[in-house]
């Protein structure tokens, strides 16, 4: 169904697990799903077309009933570091905040051939999920306290055209552990926060 106002397609059909028809799905959301699957970790998709701006993002949280969470790759300046992080939607990228936090200086936003090399994933798809990819860990998870602190996350299945939605603990306990990646718990201030 489309949405007009907005120009973006929607399913507004609330799955349970991996499509039934695979047949055009990528290699990278089908070896998604057969982790997940692997791990007997239950989830709900939502199937959409890539989604243009925050407020498409929003109405799919809304759907899937959860906070947007924000997945961005990051790197240092000197480009031999590597980050994925996870933080609420409602929270802002402070570079200075987290440089401080992890002991990193000048982070920025990584160049996309470094987010295709380490997790087969393209813009607008970064994803926690992608980390299954990244076999030699150069890729170090961040994750905002607030985001651990929520029942249930969501992220995309390394595409940008479907969201799936499962409980952080599963994240934390299962997947993580199954591909091999730990995480550092960083401290992101809120909008209502003053920075120190």
Known sequence: MSDASNNFYIDRTLYYGKP???S????????TYDLLDRLEIPYQRLDHAPLPTIDAC???DSLLNIDICKNLFLCNAKKTEFFLLLLPGKKKFRTACLSKQIGSSRLSFADPEFM???????????????LMNDKDNKVQLLIDKDVLLSEFFSCHPCINTSSLK???????????????HSFIQVDLPGESDSIQ
């Open 58 to 60: 929003r109405e799919v």
């Open 166 to 180: 499962m409980k952080t603990a599963d994240l934390i306990n299962q997947i993580l552990p199954a591909i091999n």
């Open 20 to 22: 039934e028809d695979l």
């Open 24 to 31: 055009d799905r990528l290699e990278k959301e089908i070896r």
């Open 116 to 130: 295709i090399e380490f997790l087969d994933i393209t813009p607008g798809s970064v994803s926690v999920l992608g």
